[in-house]
């Protein structure tokens, strides 16, 4: 049995997840979280709260890594961690730290601050040659408005720190530029208390269908689990609609968008303790990277991959987390392919009815997630607004996606928001 520290997580579906896989795993964890309340606002229905399983919970400052590595350092001497993870895109640089501090397997503390810093992975990525947009990173309004004279409109502006498409936005002349900037400026602090980085991130919008490769890295070795596409909707946002794995794409394009994800991962040192989701646009002129994210997909990708495959990336994670090589064999499950669609709201006010209960009984169906009506709902504006979710499996072929797209329709008609 192993001891695991996770420092803080997300409260959606990876927060169960990852417990489910550490429990399974016959191991242990203690959960280390600067605000507890945050998880018990959000404690999921129906099930134990995911927290109950952990052997210790404690409450320190996870925002101030310096008093933090002592203070780990002191409840390791207690507890004797055997690795040390976190689901949240906010404190895998903490926790990288953490490992190196500690002696704890993990890819090394730069390679994780360049990936969770989007202008930073732009910048070593262009400088290996793995093919990307045309990018520019400013602070002051009269050098980005110059850069995106240069990149030429439509581009698209990004922070350089959030995630879940927070604030990422098309624009297609200066004056939607200033706005989002504005608008980027008005956030100075993330929703764990942390403040932002001023600087705006500027890219060449890409046109093509986009991609996610899925690998886990151990020991110096990189394996491509699969790809998954995507769909996105709510422009001038960028709001990940549904997903499908594996991909519908001819043999060449995949192989060509898992080895652009291949040599970024290598140009950034992301090859040992990392269960990676790597964003890819298939443009005209090829494969070129959107981002690249040090953790486990999220919006349930993990589970997609694993009713098709068999294979458990939560607990691959929890496996890589320990030093340990992952069982990343395949098993027939059954299913040629999974799809998820999330039912984004468009309308802004309070959930009236959504009856989906129907759903449930076909027979095609995996998992069907709803909110519940008196819930306050708004426009969308990134990941973080749905109002749940439908995923279903296809035992013949790529159909998954089709069939996902026709349920969610069938939400949609039954919701009443006013």
């Known amino acids: 049995m192993a001891h695991l520290l996770v420092v803080e997580s997300w409260v959606g579906s990876m927060s169960r997840l990852l417990p489910r896989a550490i429990r399974e795993s016959g191991h242990e964890f203690t959960f280390l979280t600067r605000d507890l309340h945050h998880y018990l606002r959000s404690a999921p229905e129906g099930v134990a709260h995911p927290l109950l399983g952990a052997r210790s919970v404690i409450t320190t400052d996870t925002n101030d890594t310096e008093a933090l590595l002592p203070e780990v350092e002191r409840l390791h001497a207690v507890f004797g961690f055997d690795g040390v993870l976190t689901s949240c895109d906010y404190y895998l640089a903490t926790v990288a730290r953490i490992a190196a501090r500690l002696g704890l397997p993990a890819s090394s503390p730069e390679a994780v601050d360049t990936a969770c810093r989007k202008d930073a992975t732009r910048r070593v990525l262009a400088d290996a040659g793995v093919p ?36 990422v936005r098309r624009v297609d002349d200066e004056a939607q530029l200033a706005s989002a900037v504005r608008a980027l400026a008005d956030f100075p602090v993330n929703a764990r208390g942390q403040r932002r980085a001023p600087v705006v991130l500027l890219e060449e919008l890409l046109d093509g269908p986009e991609v996610s490769v899925e690998t886990v890295s151990h020991a110096g070795a990189v394996e491509v689990i699969g790809v998954t596409d995507k769909s996105v ?24 968008v898992e080895q652009t994800a291949l040599d970024a991962l290598k140009a ?11 964003e890819i646009k298939l443009t005209p002129a090829g494969p070129r990277v959107v ?33 340990r090589a992952p069982d990343l064999r395949r098993t027939d499950t059954g299913l040629r ?15 009236q009815a959504l009856d989906g209960g129907h759903l449930r009984e076909l027979p095609e ?7 519940e009506p008196g819930r306050r709902v708004k426009a969308a504006g990134s990941n973080n607004e749905y109002l749940g979710h439908v995923m279903a499996g296809d035992p013949e072929g790529p159909g998954a996606r089709a069939r996902v797209e026709a349920l969610v329709g069938e939400l949609r008609s039954a919701l009443v928001i006013r």
């Open 365 to 371: 169906v995996l998992e069907i997630q709803l909110a």
């Open 233 to 256: 909707c709510g422009a001038p946002a960028f709001i990940e609609t549904g997903h499908m794995f594996p991909a519908a794409l001819p043999a060449v394009d995949a192989e060509a």
């Open 337 to 351: 392919s999974a799809a998820i669609g999330f039912l984004v709201p468009q309308d802004t006010g309070t959930l």
């Open 268 to 278: 950034l040192g992301l090859t040992d303790g990392v269960v990676a989701h790597t």
């Open 132 to 167: 990307g947009p045309l990018f520019a990173v400013h602070e002051e309004w009269a050098d980005l408005a110059r850069a995106a004279r240069e990149i030429g409109y439509p581009l698209v502006v990004k922070p350089v720190d959030l995630c879940a498409g927070m604030y």
């Open 291 to 323: 981002e690249v994210n040090p953790r486990p997909a999220g919006n349930r990708i993990t589970e997609l991959i694993r009713h098709v495959t068999g294979i458990d990336l939560a607990t691959a994670f929890v496996d890589v987390s320990l030093g």
